[in-house]
C-alpha cells in the first residue's frame, strides 16, 4: 500500500477507534458512577444546567473517556502507519484535543478539571501510546 495512503489511513482509523473507546466509556460511565438525582446528562443543556452541582468524582468518567480514547487512538495510528509513527500519534492527540477544547467551550467545566482535562488528556496520552507502541512493536518483531 502506499506509504501517504496508510498514514492517512492510520490517523483516520485511530481518530474513530480512540472515538469509539471514548463514546463507550461516556456510555457506561452512568452505571459506575451514578449521576445526580433528578440531573439529566444526556443533553448538553442538561449538563450545563447541572454541572455547578458536580463534585470531582463526576468527573472522573469524562477525564477517563478523553485519556483513554486518546491512548487507543494514538496507539492504533503508531501500530498501522507506514512512515512517522510517532508525529501520526501526536496527530491523533492533536485531533482530540480540538474535541476537548471544543467539549470546554460548548459545556463550560470548573477551571481545575478543564486545566487537568486539556494538560493530560490529549498529548501526553498519545506520547504514552507512541512509546508503549514501539515497545509492543519492538517485541512483536
Given at each position: 500500500?502506499?506509504?501517504?495512503i496508510?498514514?492517512?489511513?492510520?490517523v483516520?482509523v485511530?481518530?474513530?477507534?480512540?472515538?469509539?473507546v471514548n463514546m463507550?466509556?461516556?456510555?457506561?460511565?452512568?452505571?459506575?458512577?451514578?449521576p445526580?438525582?433528578?440531573?439529566?446528562i444526556t443533553t448538553e443543556?442538561?449538563l450545563?444546567t447541572?454541572?455547578?452541582?458536580?463534585?470531582?468524582?463526576?468527573?472522573?468518567?469524562?477525564?477517563?473517556?478523553?485519556?483513554?480514547?486518546t491512548l487507543?487512538?494514538?496507539?492504533?495510528?503508531?501500530?498501522?502507519?507506514?512512515s512517522?509513527k510517532m508525529k501520526?500519534?501526536?496527530?491523533v492527540?492533536?485531533?482530540?484535543?480540538?474535541?476537548?477544547?471544543?467539549d470546554?467551550y460548548?459545556?463550560p467545566?470548573?477551571?481545575?478539571?478543564?486545566?487537568?482535562?486539556?494538560i493530560?488528556a490529549?498529548?501526553?496520552?498519545?506520547?504514552t501510546?507512541?512509546?508503549l507502541?514501539?515497545?509492543?512493536?519492538?517485541k512483536?518483531n
Amino acid at each position: 500500500m502506499n506509504p501517504i495512503i496508510k498514514n492517512i489511513l492510520a490517523v483516520v482509523v485511530g481518530a474513530i477507534v480512540g472515538g469509539v473507546v471514548n463514546m463507550g466509556i461516556i456510555i457506561v460511565s452512568p452505571h459506575i458512577i451514578p449521576p445526580l438525582v433528578g440531573v439529566d446528562i444526556t443533553t448538553e443543556a442538561g449538563l450545563k444546567t447541572a454541572m455547578h452541582l458536580f463534585t470531582p468524582i463526576n468527573f472522573i468518567m469524562p477525564f477517563l473517556a478523553h485519556a483513554f480514547g486518546t491512548l487507543v487512538g494514538a496507539f492504533i495510528a503508531y501500530l498501522i502507519a507506514a512512515s512517522h509513527k510517532m508525529k501520526l500519534a501526536l496527530v491523533v492527540g492533536f485531533l482530540f484535543l480540538i474535541g476537548g477544547a471544543t467539549d470546554v467551550y460548548l459545556l463550560p467545566s470548573p477551571i481545575w478539571f478543564t486545566v487537568l482535562d486539556l494538560i493530560v488528556a490529549y498529548i501526553p496520552m498519545a506520547l504514552t501510546a507512541g512509546k508503549l507502541a514501539a515497545t509492543v512493536r519492538g517485541k512483536l518483531n
